[in-house]
């Protein structure tokens, strides 16, 4: 079974600054996808980032990237120009790639503070 | 519009009582879920359906059990409620099928609370 792991429960960081949220898993399978959702406190789930592992190229969305390290199973996301309204838990998911209906695997969650 | 929704949003009731969440999507996604977020945050995937196959995480209890009156739907019914049912539970839709589109999209949530 696939695991994964997020060794922050909190992070602090001043607006504008940039700020990197680790995520690590585990997984014996070669293709799947690999997700950061947040969660702000009204608790909606927004995805905010997705990466499929076959492409060895880093996603990016606006302020946000990741950083994904295949080989060592890591999967990190940097925030860029923090803003009041990034506040908020962020999990990192993993999903399989094999057909079907695959659920996502969560980490715990690391809860993102945004000082003014 | 909204693309994933649940009713009702808040649910408190007693110990011993069945409970239904309702979910409906209009995304056109063949695959729907049923996740728990259990008070410390932590989200566990508790079933997968789409119109071939439902998919039960074994540690779910037996006294949940999801429904699906059509495509667009996925319902979870709960009998006897226990205290420790006390949850958010989400639901969520995703395509499935050759194409590479595999991100689920979450409803609001409902908070359910046993007393």
């Known amino acids: 079974a696939q695991t994964v792991t997020q060794s922050q429960p909190e992070m602090s960081v001043q607006e504008a600054e940039t700020v990197t949220l680790s995520c690590t898993y585990d997984t014996s399978e070669s293709d799947y996808y690999l997700f950061w959702y947040k969660q702000p406190p009204s608790r909606q789930m927004i995805l905010v980032i997705r990466?499929?592992?076959?492409?060895?190229q880093n996603a990016t969305e606006n302020r946000f990237s990741v950083n994904f390290q295949k080989a060592a199973k890591s999967f990190s996301l940097k925030i860029s120009d923090s803003q009041l309204g990034d506040a908020a838990m962020y999990f990192c998911?993993?999903?399989?790639?094999?057909?079907?209906?695959?659920?996502?695997?969560f980490g715990k969650g690391t809860h993102l503070i945004i000082q003014p | 519009d909204t693309a994933v929704s649940q009713t009702p949003k808040y649910l408190v009731t007693q110990m011993g009582n069945d409970k239904s969440i309702k979910c409906e999507q209009n995304?056109?996604?063949?695959?729907m879920y049923w996740y728990k977020q259990d008070s410390k945050k932590f989200l566990k995937i508790m079933f997968s359906y789409n119109n071939k196959e439902l998919i039960i995480n074994e540690t779910v209890p037996n006294r949940f059990s999801p429904k699906s009156p059509d495509k667009a739907h996925l319902n979870l019914h709960i009998n006897s409620l226990e205290l420790g049912d006390s949850a958010v539970y989400f639901c969520?839709?995703?395509?499935?099928?050759?194409?590479?589109?595999?991100?689920?999209?979450f409803g609001p949530g409902t908070r359910l609370l046993v007393l």
């Open positions: 998911a993993y999903r399989s790639e094999g057909g079907g209906a695959d659920g996502l695997t």
């Open positions: 969520a839709s995703s395509p499935f099928g050759a194409l590479r589109q595999e991100t689920q999209y």
């Open positions: 995304l056109g996604h063949d695959t």
């Open positions: 990466q499929e592992a076959y492409k060895q």
